[in-house]
């Protein structure tokens, strides 16, 4: 037998809402899927996510609320939505391409646990990302989107966003979706060098960024990143028991409930109307591609 684990125990108590709020974006990035960025859903109605927010609860489990899109910010009711999240005692974390104004994300920040920025090199801006770094208070991770044409100039710009504040960590993002749905980024893609980086990578801080993310995985007892499972080939869990549901959900820019961001195992429900699950699925992928859904505890 053979387990996918949490590193820090406590995480076994983390609910993660991963909620893609809507697919509009100001971005048309080419490694981007069309479906999350090109507007056809639309945003939802507040009134049904206000009452989604009111009434969800897990009990025993700390509810951490981490959005995307598309670009959430853009939605007008995202800042009442996070001031709901927080009154309501839950994490709210959200996922931004860091075009909206410093100002805005300094009075996000009030009620946000953290942010996840994604440098996407094709639209951002360096200087302005070292600012909203520099300016906006709380901990915060980027994402820096690596692939194998673009490595040597994102890990400068990775090191000059390391440097530019203490409260930051940043990430490596290997990009595997490309714009027509086809996963043509694998680990034979990336030279030896570039795998040796990413494994060994050094712009890491040890933050208290417990409200982030679930943390490090164990593989069999040993400690493993996500990023290693899939440069590695480790992350075809087909067949394995998932807690995909149990320890997360996910909720669609159609406002459709799954067990997780990989939509394995079909609708739990909507917004208005909902069953969550109380028993691991087990996993009919090949590969898991998410990095939300690699990070979930897993056995064979």
């Not at 053979?2 to 048309?28: E, I, M, Q």
């Not at 090191?159 to 694998?186: C, F, H, M």
């Not at 933050?207 to 943390?215: I, S």
């Not at 699950?277 to 998410?290: A, E, F, L, W, Y």
Request: negative net charge; proline residues 4%; contains cysteine.
């Amino acid at each position: 037998m053979s387990a996918l684990t949490y590193h820090d125990p406590d995480k076994a108590n983390w609910f993660l809402v991963s909620w893609t709020l809507g697919n509009k974006c100001n971005y048309r990035c080419s490694y981007c899927p069309t479906f999350l960025h090109d507007g056809s859903s639309g945003w939802p109605e507040w009134a049904v996510v206000k009452q989604f927010v009111e009434n969800f609860d897990y009990p025993g489990k700390e509810v951490c609320y981490r959005i995307s899109g598309g670009e959430p910010t853009y939605w007008k009711h995202f800042l009442a939505f996070a001031e709901l999240v927080k009154s309501k005692g839950h994490i709210f974390s959200y996922l931004t391409n860091g075009s909206q104004t410093v100002e805005y994300y300094q009075t996000l920040s009030k009620y946000s646990d953290g942010m996840i920025l994604s440098y996407h090199p094709e639209y951002a801006d360096v200087n302005h990302f070292v600012s909203i770094l520099q300016n906006v208070s709380g901990l915060k991770g980027v994402n820096v989107m690596f692939t194998p044409e673009n490595f040597d100039n994102m890990l400068t710009i990775a090191e000059t966003l390391y440097n530019a504040s203490t409260t930051v960590a940043i990430w490596p993002k290997v990009v595997l979706d490309k714009q027509e749905g086809s996963y043509t980024n694998n680990p034979g893609d990336y030279s030896a060098e570039q795998l040796k980086t990413i494994k060994e990578w050094k712009f890491l801080r040890n933050l208290p960024d417990q409200k982030l993310h679930r943390g490090k995985l164990l593989l069999d007892g040993v400690e493993i990143s996500a990023n290693e499972l899939i440069m590695s080939g480790k992350n075809n869990h087909l067949g394995w028991k998932c807690w995909a549901g149990i320890d997360m959900i996910c909720i669609d820019h159609w406002g459709d409930i799954y067990r997780s961001d990989c939509l394995y195992g079909g609708k739990l429900g909507t917004l208005e109307q909902y069953v969550l699950p109380t028993d691991p699925i087990v996993c009919g992928n090949s590969k898991c591609t998410c990095l939300s859904d690699i990070y979930l505890k897993k056995v064979s």
